[in-house]
């Protein structure tokens, strides 16, 4: 049916009882995940909580809002977290009634106005902002973020007066190794044309095998630690202006910015390397 096609712009269908399964811990501990949380939020209001980077796999976005791995309820107490990704995700069947369950949600205008637009607050929404471009830039001591041309979700949180939070995450990029591929290559050609037509990034990423070290798909075990910034208030505007958006965006920027050079010689691997935003 058209209207369960589409509930993945509609809340999803989450199930606790998923989200709590003990795999998730065993999932936590194989890299291990961590949650670092600076900041209180407040209950009372949504948030738009931007995860930075994208990584391969986003393991560290899907432990903590997509599953109770790393106690995500607990920790913030009075909070419903939704992992927002592709609408891509959800055409798949019996994957995507998997997916919706972890409350997975599409990352599209329609799935945040839903849930934004909806009486009530505790909804903190995960977005993986750079997205899957993003992802083609993820290589082990190496941050490369796709924000300077990403402006809808602060467009998104003035329509809503929702709140934005900066994540930044550690170790995302180390998980996995990914072949050479800079911006004018032929293989980075070939990827860019790929992720226009179908919306995901062909990374061509290597791993570790499951008896083996050298080669394989699983992830490396690499600490991932996600450290929760301080909160951005952020007014109710209904029809922004293109210079209150540009500002918020700004500032949001910044934040995310002045969250990796503060704690990235407490847990990165890489404090060395200098975080570019592109």
């Not at 930075?52 to 790393?70: D, K, N, Q, V, Y």
């Not at 798949?92 to 369950?101: G, Q, S, T, V």
């Not at 941050?143 to 709140?163: D, P």
């Amino acid at each position: 049916m058209h209207s369960d096609r589409t509930i993945c712009n509609r809340g999803g269908r989450r199930w606790h009882w998923m989200r709590s399964w003990t795999l998730w811990k065993h999932y936590r501990d194989f890299f291990p995940v961590h949650l670092i949380k600076t900041a209180e939020l407040d209950p009372s209001k949504n948030y738009i909580m931007g995860y930075h980077p994208h990584g391969i796999l986003s393991a560290g976005a899907f432990c903590h809002f997509a599953t109770e791995g790393t106690d995500f309820s607990k920790r913030f107490q009075g909070f419903t977290p939704f992992l927002l990704t592709l609408e891509a995700q959800f055409w798949l069947p019996l994957y995507r009634e998997f997916f919706m369950c972890t409350g997975a949600v599409s990352a599209t205008r329609e799935s945040m106005d839903y849930l934004l637009g909806r009486e009530g607050s505790g909804r903190a929404l995960c977005l993986v902002v750079g997205g899957a471009k993003e992802a083609l830039d993820c290589h082990p001591g190496q941050v490369i973020l796709h924000l300077s041309k990403r402006k809808g979700f602060c467009k998104m949180a003035l329509r809503h007066g929702a709140s934005l939070v900066p994540m930044f995450s550690f170790g995302e990029n180390d998980v996995y190794d990914q072949i050479a591929n800079p911006e004018g290559s032929l293989i980075r050609r070939i990827q860019n044309s790929v992720q226009k037509m179908i919306g995901l990034a062909p990374c061509m990423f290597i791993g570790r095998g499951v008896f083996q070290y050298s080669f394989g798909i699983v992830p490396f075990r690499k600490p991932i630690y996600t450290v929760v910034g301080a909160p951005i208030d952020v007014p109710l505007v209904k029809n922004p202006t293109k210079e209150q958006i540009v500002k918020l965006h700004e500032t949001y920027v910044n934040a995310v910015v002045d969250l990796y050079n503060k704690y990235k010689d407490r847990y990165s691997e890489h404090p060395e390397c200098k975080i570019s935003i592109v």
